[in-house]
DNA sequence: CGGTTACTTGAGATACGTCAAAACGAGTGG
DNA sequence: CCACTCGTTTTGACGTATCTCAAGTAACCG
């Protein structure tokens, strides 16, 4: 398998598609304000001479809390979880990681936190030699690794707030519609797919398994979702993002 | 008054003083691992004809949430808090910065937050433009950047992990060692100075201003650390690491 | 199918929030 | 130097959202 065809599956992100607003138009989704869209055909290529290929089943770990930041990924398929545990068990998930995420760029000597696969998942590994030698030859490079930084800084930002001043309910309601806008399904009628566990879930918005399924359940009997196996559909579209804001 | 000193007044981060471990080095300290050090002294000059000298009393706003952000402030002096505001009044402080922090160099369009001086503030400003356009010309200057961002980062990693998974005590404990980290007063014995108030303390860590007062009131019974007037002083070093570390 | 894991639901416990009042500290003016 | 005010902090009594512990149900897989 060629790496290009990996660096063409970056995921888009919520920017406005330039040809129309049609939906379908996945060919433009996949390429709108991804990395790759930053680089000409050659650069791709360079990107390819130094990429390695990886695959890890689910519950296997990229990396560990503790190890030496030796690499940087770039995520082809599948979800992936960043976390941190304690010596007593608790853990806390930093974030998810989808299709067309980096690890590994941001931070120099350790990553601070361990990382493993929800689903099975497909990476482009590079060494981070070579993939900061290529960054300081690709400016345009940078800059657009520069701007998801800036997208993950403000998830990390709403993050917080969510522990810090929302609701369990608010609380999932804002994963919910994060989560919808990240994947960007498209699947049928507000049905969003939810690949992690409830655990995950959890361990990502402060709460415990409990109460992620009590509200759920809560937010199902008012109407506003319906809980469906492997994810969720939004039937109240207004009042869950009523809640997600605040 | 000129740019210059202002810009010699960036902040050591912890990095090891590369004369030795001498705690007095004051020149050293301020010098070491802070923005300025990757610059030699006629690119110093350039930032320097960009900047503007900027003086904000305590309380006044450098920049709302909802402002565009066209420039870039390096803090010379002073003690700013960053938040975000909820319709019904919840307030969520996303970070602090200090001097030689830097704000609205990562994200483009809006900036996310709010930011207002917790006491008498003196910042550089530069436009954006002018910024970015140096950035450019200074790949030094540029990784510097890089740097304190991850750091940045990484703190809020903490944060989020603080929030979602530590109890109050925890959370405070936390509190105090990050903020003598970051200050690295070097006052005397154990002493941390606390310049924001009770409300800025409870809002940054999920909790509320009664639980802050009661778990530092808990705290110093204990005899963990002993609350003085504008901060606190600890007593058990190893005891407050314990807890900070969860 | 039978076993295993994930999820849901219930009843009771608790850490933290809310409301209210008292103590403290910094100014101000007599 | 004291008396008064205003804002902040501390302390107390009580309420509640969420956690804990425990049991039941559904989904998954050999």
Redesign the interface.
Known sequence: MTVHRSVANLRASSVACPHRADSRCEECKVRASSVCAALRSDELAELEAIAHQVSFAAKESLFLESDKARDVFNITSGVVRLY?L???G???V?GFSFPGDFLGV???TDH??SADAVSDVSVCRFAKRDFEALL?RK?LLMEAL??R??TI??L??D???S???RSAEERMAWFITQLRERTALGGAEGSVSIPMSRQDIA????LTIETVSRTLSALAKRGVISVEPGGVRVLKEGLIGELAA?
């Not at 361990?203 to 402060?206: A, R």
């Open positions: 941190r304690f010596r007593d608790r853990r806390q930093i941001q931070l120099s601070g936190f300081a400016p520069h701007g930084a800036a800084m403000r990390m930002q993050q917080v707030v522990l810090g001043r361990d990502y918005l402060g605040g």
